[in-house]
C-alpha cells in the first residue's frame, strides 16, 4: 500500500490516491481520498475487504498514516501483519512504488481538466488490471478471477474479441495458470537479484550496540540545502534484524527531541560512527607527550620543536 499526490485539491476535496496492490496477481486499486489521514486508509480497507476478505499481510512505508496507534490496532484486531519498510528504502514497496508511476504517467495522458483527475481513476484501474503482466505474463484480472471481464472503456473493437473469448476457466485451469505466473515470478526475481548484486557491493555488516550515522534528509524549507549535512546521529544499533536491517535508537540520556527516537534503517542507509582512541596521556604531562625525554627533533621535553 502507499499515498500517490498532492493533486491539485478538487471539488470533492480529493487531494490524494490511495493505491493498493496484490503482491502475487498484480491486482490494483486505486481510489481517490481527501488526505493521507489513516481513517481515509481504513475507510478503503474496509470497502475492498468486503468483497475481497482481509489480507495476511500489509506491507507500507513509515507514513504517518501506517504508523498511527489507531492502525496498529485495526491490523492487530484483524489479524493482520504489518510490515514496515526500512526508511528511505522505497525498493522494499516496489510493488505499490511501480504502480504509482503508471498511475501518474496514464493520468498525464488522459486528464484534460487538472480539477477532475479522479474522475479518471476508474479507467486507469481497469487498464491496470486488464493489461498483461510483463511478470507474469496473464492479467490481473484472469490470475483473480480465472476470467477477463467485459470492456468498460466503450472499445467496441476490444469488446468484441473479449466475446468472442469469454469462456470462464475451470479451477484446475486456474490453479495451473497460477502455478505457471509463480514460477515466472520467482525467475524474474532471481534475475533482478543478480542484476542487483552485480552492480552493489555487499552490505557492510554491523553488530548490536555500534555506534551509526544515519542518511540526512533535511526537511524542505524552500531555501538552499547544499550546506546541510550528509549524515545526522551518532544512534546506537539496538537490534540485528534479516536481510541487512537494523532498529537503531537514541544514545541513553541524549536524545534529540521530545519522544525517543527509534525506527529501522537498511545497511545502506548507515554509516559507522568514527570514535576518537583513548586518551592514555600522563595527567601530569599537559603535552601528552609519552616519548619518557624529548617531544619533536631532539626538542627538550614540554618544549616545542622548532623544525
Known amino acids: 500500500m502507499d499515498h500517490l499526490g498532492p493533486f491539485p485539491r478538487n471539488s ?22 481527501k488526505s493521507t489521514a489513516t481513517k481515509y486508509v481504513i475507510q478503503t480497507l474496509q470497502e475492498v475487504t468486503s468483497y475481497v476478505g482481509m489480507p495476511g499481510r500489509i506491507i507500507s512505508d513509515r507514513g504517518t498514516a501506517f504508523t498511527s496507534k489507531v492502525f496498529q490496532t485495526f491490523c492487530k484486531d484483524n489479524n493482520v501483519k504489518h510490515v514496515l519498510i526500512a526508511v528511505r528504502t522505497p525498493r522494499a514497496n516496489g510493488h505499490a512504488e511501480r504502480t504509482n508511476r503508471i498511475i501518474l504517467s496514464m493520468l498525464l495522458l488522459s486528464t484534460d481538466n487538472e480539477r ?23 492479467t490481473p484480472c484472469q490470475l483473480l478471477y480465472g476470467y477477463t471481464p467485459r470492456d468498460i472503456l466503450q472499445n467496441q473493437l476490444i469488446q468484441t474479441l473479449q466475446d468472442d473469448q469469454a469462456d470462464t476457466l475451470t479451477d484446475t485451469d486456474l490453479q495451473q495458470l497460477r502455478a505457471t505466473a509463480a514460477t515466472r515470478i520467482d525467475d524474474v526475481r532471481a ?69 525517543h527516537y527509534t525506527s529501522v534503517f537498511a545497511s545502506g ?17 599537559p603535552t601528552g607527550d609519552t616519548s619518557g625525554g624529548t617531544s619533536g627533533e631532539g626538542a627538550p621535553k614540554g618544549q616545542e620543536s622548532r623544525l
Open 12 to 33: 470533492k476535496g480529493h487531494e490524494h490516491i490511495f493505491v493498493i496492490v496484490d503482491s502475487f496477481t498484480k491486482f490494483t486499486i486505486i481510489r481517490a481520498v
Open 116 to 138: 477532475r483527475w479522479d474522475d479518471k481513476l476508474r479507467q486507469v484501474q481497469w487498464s491496470i488490471n486488464t493489461m498483461t503482466n510483463k511478470t507474469t505474463g496473464y
Open 191 to 259: 534475475q533482478a537479484k543478480r542484476r542487483y548484486d552485480a552492480r552493489h557491493a555487499s552490505p557492510k555488516i554491523y553488530k548490536q550496540g555500534d555506534l551509526v550515522l544515519t542518511t540526512n534528509e533535511p526537511t524542505s524549507t524552500g531555501t538552499s540545502r547544499k550546506l546541510e549535512p550528509r549524515y545526522k546521529g551518532p544512534f546506537v544499533i539496538r537490534e540485528v534484524l534479516p536481510n541487512d536491517r537494523y532498529v537503531i535508537e537514541d544514545l541513553p540520556h541524549a536524545q534529540r527531541t521530545q519522544r
Open 269 to 285: 542507509q548507515l554509516k559507522l560512527w568514527c570514535t576518537l582512541p583513548p586518551d592514555d596521556f600522563d595527567d601530569d604531562d
